[in-house]
Structure formats: C-alpha cells, structure tokens
C-alpha cells in the first residue's frame, strides 16, 4: 500500500490489525472499507487544497448566510447560485451594495460551496490583484499569469470600482475578461452600481467592450441597509 502511496490504506490497515479489529470481514467487505477510507482521505486532501488556492480572506460558508436581516437578499436566488449551475453555463455573479452589507461573505460563501464541489476558485481584492498583473507585465510572466487564470473555473474579484483603473488596469482587465468570457466565470462584488461603472473602467471603447462581456451574462444581486459590522459592533 505504501509503495502505491495508499497512506491512508496503510494506516487504517495497521491500526486495525494492531488493534484486532480486522476480523469478522470477508476480504471483500475489508477491502471495500480501506477503499473507502483511502477515497475519502483523498477527497479531503483535494478540498483542502482547493480552499488553499481559492485565498479566500473569511471562513465564509452557505449555512451561515443571514437571511433574517433586511437587506433586499433573495433566497432563491442564493439557492440557484449555490447550486452552481451558472458556472456550468460559464455565467457570472455581480454583487453591489454599501460597504458592510455582506458582499464579500456572500462570494466567498458560494466560493466555498465551488471548492466543496471540486471548482477551481480564486479569490482577490480587485486592486491588489491589478497591481500584481502589471508588475507581471513588467517581469515578463504576464501571459504565463494568464494562463493560469484561464484554467480558473471561478474567479472572484472583491471590492471592484473603489479607484478608477488607469490606462494599464484598463488594458490588463480588458484581457482577463475577454479571455474568461463564455469560457469561465467571474463574481464581481462592488460597493459601486453598475450603472457607475463606465466612469470606473474610463475610455469608452473599452469600458463598453468590458462591460458588454461581463453584465449581460451575469445573475445581479443588490443588497441594501445597514453595515452589518456596525451592527455587531459591540457597545462601550
């Protein structure tokens, strides 16, 4: 088992043998339970790894989604979303409303339900992720970057429009979206509404080329009222 690298096989083998509790199976049913150990180990480590490539900023989960408090969240919407069927059809999410409202927990929420589902999932703060991109231009491994994007069944974009982009930002979003387009899909979660986001991309060709890509095959979901941290933020 070891030399097929079958460490969980290996270790449920020995405890039980160390521990006699390897009899009373027929060789069938015993080696239907190591199997089954071995399978679930491996989908363990698979999800773990998905989560640690995903750079999700929150341990954010769908069962913890707070419906109770008003702020225009649909049900039935996150219930389509979380079944995922929009990154089978290659759509995308946008997510809008006020600073605190649960934008980020929400995307990283259906995030996480994608790594659960075995979806390849990155999670980035949109300028950081920006500046990474042009300095990727700089040293030469922005097509490499890109590549590796490509294979990215969701890409989440977090905190989008909080600065207008520059003329690089401009370009570099540019490629990224028409490569993703009717390929993967991208989860934009802005404090800015959409109808603002001509004046944050700037240049009006390419704003419209961009937005034409993403918001026309996108689910939309706008949250309204108040900050949920300064509702939980604790009294002095």
Same mark, same amino acid.
């Given at each position: ?10 270790? /449920? ?5 160390? %521990?006699?509790?390897?009899? +009373?199976? *027929? ?23 998905? =989560? ?10 769908? *069962?913890?989604? %707070? ?34 409202? +649960?934008? *980020? ?5 259906? +995030? ?5 589902? +075995? ?10 992720? =920006?500046? /990474? ?9 922005? =097509? ?12 989440? =974009? ?13 370009? !570099? ?26 004046? /944050? !991309? ?9 937005? %034409?890509?993403?918001?026309? *095959?996108?689910?939309? !979901? /706008? ?14």
């Amino acid at each position: 088992m070891k030399e097929l690298r079958l460490h969980q096989m290996a270790t /449920v083998h020995h405890q039980r043998l160390t %521990d006699n509790l390897h009899q +009373g199976y *027929s060789v069938d049913e015993y080696t239907a339970l190591l199997i089954e150990q071995e399978w679930e180990e491996s989908l363990n480590r698979k999800l773990n790894r998905l =989560l640690q490539a995903a750079k999700f900023k929150a341990t954010a989960t769908v *069962s913890q989604i %707070d419906f109770k408090t008003n702020r225009n969240l649909d049900r039935d919407m996150i219930n389509k979303l979380v079944l995922l069927s929009f990154i089978k059809h290659r759509q995308n999410v946008i997510l809008t409303g006020p600073a605190g409202v +649960g934008k *980020s927990y929400l995307a990283q929420a259906i +995030g996480h339900q994608a790594c659960l589902q +075995g979806v390849k999932t990155l999670y980035q703060n949109t300028a950081r992720f =920006l500046a /990474v991109l042009k300095y990727a231009k700089m040293d030469g491994s922005y =097509l490499k970057h890109l590549t590796k994007l490509n294979k990215i069944s969701l890409l989440i =974009l977090d905190d989008f429009g909080l600065q207008k982009l520059d003329n690089q930002e401009r370009e !570099i979003l540019m490629d990224l979206i028409e490569d993703r387009h009717d390929r993967q899909s991208t989860m934009i979660a802005s404090q800015i509404p959409i109808s603002k986001w001509y004046d /944050v !991309i700037g240049e009006g060709t390419i704003a419209d080329a961009i937005l %034409d890509r993403i918001v026309h *095959s996108a689910h939309k !979901i /706008v949250l309204n009222g108040e900050s949920l941290r300064k509702r939980n933020k604790p009294q002095l």
